[in-house]
Each structure stands twice: as structure tokens, then as C-alpha cells.
């Protein structure tokens, strides 16, 4: 089969395709033809230095998630045929992952794709969502986001941004969206942004502007370099989710909790390691029923485009899911 095979980390347009074989199925993993798999950061992060670590099982083929056909389900629950996601949990780090024509995947990180959203969405649509919507659906519900709620997403142009409108417009939410960048604007109001801010790292004033008590929810895409300042953005019993880095910082340096963390604000934060059934089939019930139409960067099909992939993530430019749908 082919498949990208990272043996170092390297740039964007080292990342070659190789022939491998395809791998042999064994108890409790299935074997999944890959139909398409979208582009995240963390791969970008693996490609470009993690994979230097020791943690990481080098050579690896990297993909933290896909939909696939299951060719030979093993001695799992699943059936042959049927359209699965395979999602984290290691995949694409401490075994091989998605940039592959096949992939052989631990059975509690397969979930079968809730049959009636066939009708509703497009495979490209269904290829798009999984790590993307699925962590704009748990920061989503770890916020406890209601209708009448305000919410500010802070790096709102990211894929996970643009999903994170898109529920929270679904759930009846107020949406402050931010970018840095004054030509996204247009876009991010057309993506039911009601408002825009410019971030410059201090959005407070801004903030308050158009909600002088403070938003009742902050989703940080940006993350540590600007989370102190998001929380001086919430009103009294306000919650803020930590779920990116975009920013490049991992960490706050120092943290004080009882200084950074306003008197009455709370802080949460989200991570997709943990997907389980339940949440797919809800999330994906979520975005039919809604009539959710996943925002898609760019659409690849050749596996040899991998590194125009992780050069348009990079650039900042795609404003949606990067994804590839394998041909046939
Ligand atoms: N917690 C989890 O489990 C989890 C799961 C998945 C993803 N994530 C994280 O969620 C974030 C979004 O991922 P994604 O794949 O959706 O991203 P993406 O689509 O690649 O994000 C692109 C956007 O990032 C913004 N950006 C880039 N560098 C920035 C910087 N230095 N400061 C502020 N904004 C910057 C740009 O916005 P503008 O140019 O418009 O400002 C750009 O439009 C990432 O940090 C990712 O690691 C976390």
C-alpha cells in the first residue's frame, strides 16, 4: 500500500510517499481501508519536532484520525463494511496512523458513523469532522453553553474556530469570534459571527464594549499566551475552555491561580484523547440534525500532496478542515 512514512522530523516537502505493506491483522485491531483523514496541527507538531522524542514509536506512518471501509474486522464487534471513524488514542505516534491507503486500528479507538447522517452529509463532510468537531463539540459541552449565552472564541478562524461557531449559532449562542487578520472579518461574519474583534493579545476593552459586564463563555483556541486576558473577558459565574496552542505556547509560566483566575470565573480545558461512541454518535447527530455544513479548507486526493497539506496549514491560509479523500 502507500503510505507517508516519517522516519525523522523534516520539512513539509521531505514527506515522502512509500510502498509498505499492508499490515496484518491481529486480535482486537481491525483492519480499516482509508477513505480520507483530515490535517491537524499536532501532526504538523510531530512532523516538525515531537517526533524526536522518545515516546514516539520512529518509523511512524502519522494520522491521528480517519474514516475507513472495515476490510477484516478480527475478532471485534464490528462488521466488514461498515463506515468507522478511527480516532486518537496513539494513532499516528505510538502506531501507525492514517496517511496511509490502510490502517490497522485498536477497537476502542474505531466508532461506527451513525448510519443516518449518510443521507444528510457529503463524504468529504463526513471526512472533515471527526478531531475537528469533535473538540469544538467537547469544549463546547464542557463550557455548558447555552442559548442566551455570549460566548467569545478566540481564534476563530482555526478549523476548530469555524466548527465552534457553527454549534454554538446551532445551540442559540451569541458569538464574539476573533482573528488577527483584518481580511478574515468578512468571512467570520458570514460564518454567523454577530461580532468581530482584532486580537492583539488584549481584547479586554474590546470586550467589554459590546458586553460590559463580561461574556458568560470564552473558548480559547489561542491558549496559554492569552488565556489571563481571556479571563478578565468573562462576567461573574463566567467559564473559560482552554483547548488550543495556537498562540505556540503550551504553558503559562508561573502560573498564579488565585491572581490570573478572577474571583467567580472558572477555568476548564478539553482534550479529544478520550472519544468514546456515545459522543460520535451525538456529535454527528448533531451536526445533521442541524443542518451543519462542515466548513472545508481544501479538498486533496493524491497522497503525494501531503506536503502542499501541511504547507497551507501552515501558512494559515485554508480557513476550514484540510482534508484528503483518497481515490478509489
Ligand atoms: N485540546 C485538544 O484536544 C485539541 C484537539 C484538536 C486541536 N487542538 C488545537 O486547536 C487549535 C486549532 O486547531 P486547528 O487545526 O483548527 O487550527 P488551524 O485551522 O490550522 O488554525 C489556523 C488559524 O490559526 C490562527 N493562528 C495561527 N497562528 C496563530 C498565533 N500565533 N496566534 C493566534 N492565532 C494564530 C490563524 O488565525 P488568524 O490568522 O485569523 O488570526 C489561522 O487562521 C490548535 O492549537 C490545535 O492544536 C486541540
Excluded at 480559547?220 to 486576558?229: H, I, N
Aim: charged fraction near 25%.
Amino acid at each position: 500500500m502507500k503510505a507517508v512514512v516519517l522516519e525523522k522530523t523534516c520539512k513539509a516537502n521531505e514527506l515522502k510517499v512509500s510502498e509498505v505493506p499492508i499490515p496484518e491483522v491481529k486480535p482486537d485491531w481491525l483492519l480499516v481501508k482509508v477513505l480520507g483523514f483530515g490535517i491537524n496541527r499536532s501532526e504538523i507538531v510531530l512532523r516538525d519536532h515531537e517526533a524526536d522524542e522518545d515516546y514516539i514509536n520512529l518509523p511512524v506512518i502519522p494520522g491521528i484520525e480517519c474514516v475507513g471501509e472495515i476490510i477484516d474486522p478480527s475478532n471485534t464487534h464490528f462488521e466488514k463494511g461498515d463506515i468507522v471513524v478511527g480516532l486518537m488514542g496513539g494513532m499516528g505516534r505510538s502506531f501507525d496512523g492514517s496517511y496511509a491507503e490502510y490502517a490497522l486500528l485498536p477497537q476502542k479507538n474505531v466508532f461506527k458513523i451513525p448510519e443516518c447522517v449518510f443521507g444528510y452529509l457529503l463524504i468529504e463532510e463526513i471526512i472533515s469532522i471527526p478531531e475537528t468537531y469533535f473538540t469544538a463539540f467537547g469544549s463546547i459541552k464542557s463550557l455548558k453553553l447555552k442559548k442566551d449565552d455570549t460566548i467569545l472564541i478566540r481564534g476563530a478562524t482555526s478549523a476548530a474556530g469555524l466548527s465552534a461557531m457553527q454549534l454554538a449559532d446551532a445551540i442559540g449562542a451569541t458569538i464574539i469570534a476573533t482573528t488577527r487578520n483584518e481580511n478574515k472579518v468578512g468571512n467570520l461574519l458570514l460564518n454567523r459571527a454577530d461580532y468581530v474583534i482584532i486580537d492583539d493579545g488584549n481584547i479586554e476593552d474590546n470586550v467589554r464594549e459590546i458586553c460590559p459586564e463580561g461574556v458568560d463563555k470564552v473558548l480559547e483556541f489561542v491558549g496559554p499566551k492569552t488565556l489571563e486576558d481571556s479571563m478578565k473577558c468573562l462576567k461573574k459565574g463566567g467559564i473559560c475552555c482552554n483547548t488550543g496552542i495556537l498562540g505556540g505556547e503550551e504553558y503559562i509560566v508561573e502560573f498564579d491561580p488565585i491572581k490570573s483566575i478572577p474571583n467567580d470565573r472558572y477555568l476548564t480545558s478539553f482534550f479529544s484523547n478520550y472519544p468514546t461512541q456515545e459522543l460520535i454518535d451525538e456529535l454527528y447527530i448533531f451536526v445533521a440534525e442541524n443542518d451543519i455544513n462542515p466548513k472545508i479548507g481544501r479538498v486533496f486526493t493524491d497522497l503525494e500532496d501531503i506536503g502542499e497539506a501541511h504547507e497551507l496549514m501552515e501558512s494559515n491560509k485554508a480557513y476550514g478542515k484540510i482534508i484528503f479523500r483518497l481515490e478509489k
